[in-house]
């Protein structure tokens, strides 16, 4: 079993900074693909960013690329977000997810594993 366990979430003002951070704990080998979705109330969870934990790779949603940067430490064996430039339209549940596929999923449903979430208030 794979426990993801995310922080730095709050509130922020219009075109500031949080950065996201996910660790990952409870088996041996870790998954492959690590990514963030959000879910803003009334609305379905979204993909946000994805890295692969091998390569590097990383994969934006058109919403957040450009603004957010999406990267790994092996040896804390953690994913981060950096989320610049935040707008309302940001705010959102923000949600870690790791799965053992080779290549960045999209789709929630293709994860297996997911932290419980962060919130994350941008105010206009």
């Known amino acids: 079993q794979v426990q993801l366990e995310e922080s730095g979430g709050g509130l922020v003002q219009a075109g500031g900074s949080l950065r996201l951070s996910c660790v990952a704990s409870?088996?041996?080998?870790?998954?492959?693909?690590k990514g963030w979705f959000r879910q803003a109330p009334g609305k379905e969870r979204e993909f946000v960013a994805g890295?692969?934990?091998?390569?590097?790779?990383?994969y934006y949603a058109d919403s957040v690329k450009g603004r957010f940067t999406i990267s790994r430490d092996y040896a804390k064996n953690t994913v981060s977000l950096q989320m610049n430039s935040l707008k309302p339209e940001d705010t959102a549940v923000y949600y870690c997810?790791?799965?053992?596929?080779?290549?960045?999923?999209?789709?929630?449903?293709?994860?297996?594993?997911w932290g419980q979430g962060t919130q994350v208030t941008v105010s206009s």
């Open positions: 997810a790791a799965d053992f596929a080779p290549t960045i999923a999209t789709m929630a449903g293709n994860y297996d594993y």
């Open positions: 890295i692969t934990w091998s390569s590097g790779r990383t």
């Open positions: 409870g088996r041996a080998l870790m998954p492959n693909v």
